[in-house]
C-alpha cells in the first residue's frame, strides 16, 4: 500500500472492555507516531517509536495505555479496561529519518475512532 | 513547554476573499512550525512547513520569530480550500512528535 494503514476504522467498545488498534506504516519508515484526537481539539502526542524501540512514552495518558512495535514494522496500540474519556480518533503516524529535514514529514493514517459506551 | 493557539475555531470567507489563519506558539527555542489541512472525510496531511519557504496552493506562511506567530496566508480563497487546518511545532531537542493546535474551520462560500 501506499500510504498509512489503520485498523478496524470504527470500534465500539463497553466500557472496561480492552481494546486493539493497529497500524501499518509505510514501508521502510524508521519512525512512529501515535495521536490521541479528542472532538474538537488537534492531535495530542501519545508515544514515539524507532524501529523496534519505543523511546518516548510521556504522552500516555494511563498505564491502561500500552502500545507495541516488536518487529519494527506493524504496531499495536491497546487500552484496558476502556473509559469514556478514551473516545477519541487515534492517529498513526510514520516518517522516514534521513540527514534532511525534509524527509522527517510524517505521514498519516486515517484514524481509527474510538467510541467507548 | 511548548503550545501552539489557533485562535479561531471556524472562518467563513466568500470564494475571492483573501484568507489569513493565526497560529502562536510558544517554543523556548528555535521551532519548525507546519501547516496540515484536512479535507472532508480524508486524513491529515502537510500542507507547507517554514523551512521550505515554499508556496503550496496560493497558500503561503511566515515565521515571525518576534511575534512567535506562523500565520497562513491566501489571497484569493477558493471553494476547494473549505477543510480543517492545523497549525503544528516541532521541537528543536531531539522530539519527534508534533504539538497540534486545537485547528481552524476554513469554510469558503461560493
Known amino acids: 500500500g501506499a500510504g498509512v494503514s489503520q485498523s478496524p476504522r470504527y470500534k465500539v467498545a463497553k466500557r472496561g472492555q480492552d481494546v486493539a488498534l493497529r497500524c501499518d506504516p509505510i514501508?521502510?519508515?524508521?519512525?512512529l507516531f501515535w495521536y490521541q484526537q479528542a472532538l474538537g481539539q488537534g492531535p495530542e502526542f501519545l508515544t514515539y517509536?524507532?524501529?523496534?524501540?519505543?523511546?518516548?512514552k510521556s504522552g500516555l495518558p494511563s498505564d491502561r495505555f500500552f502500545a507495541e512495535r516488536p518487529e519494527g514494522s506493524v504496531s499495536t496500540l491497546k487500552i484496558q479496561r476502556t473509559q469514556q474519556e478514551d473516545s477519541a480518533v487515534y492517529l498513526c503516524?510514520?516518517?522516514?529519518?534521513?540527514?534532511?529535514?525534509?524527509?522527517?514529514?510524517?505521514?498519516f493514517g486515517p484514524g481509527t475512532r474510538l467510541t467507548v459506551l | 513547554a511548548q503550545r501552539v493557539t489557533q485562535p479561531e475555531k471556524l472562518l467563513s470567507v466568500f470564494k475571492g476573499a483573501p484568507v489569513e489563519l493565526k497560529c502562536n506558539y510558544s517554543?523556548?527555542?528555535?521551532?519548525?512550525l507546519f501547516w496540515y489541512v484536512q479535507y472532508s472525510r480524508q486524513r491529515l496531511q502537510l500542507l507547507l512547513r517554514?523551512?521550505s519557504r515554499e508556496s503550496i496552493k496560493g497558500f503561503t506562511a511566515d515565521l515571525n520569530k518576534g511575534e512567535t506567530s506562523f500565520h497562513l496566508k491566501k489571497p484569493f480563497a477558493q471553494e476547494e480550500d473549505s477543510a480543517m487546518y492545523y497549525c503544528?511545532?516541532?521541537?528543536?531537542?531531539?522530539?519527534?512528535?508534533?504539538?497540534f493546535g486545537s485547528g481552524t474551520r476554513l469554510q469558503v462560500q461560493p
Open positions: 503544528a511545532l516541532r521541537g528543536n531537542t531531539g522530539r519527534r512528535a508534533l504539538t
Open positions: 517554543y523556548s527555542g528555535s521551532p519548525e
Open positions: 517509536f524507532q524501529n523496534e524501540a519505543q523511546l518516548d
Open positions: 514501508s521502510g519508515h524508521v519512525s
Open positions: 503516524a510514520s516518517s522516514l529519518i534521513g540527514y534532511r529535514t525534509v524527509r522527517h514529514e510524517q505521514f
Open positions: 517554514h523551512i
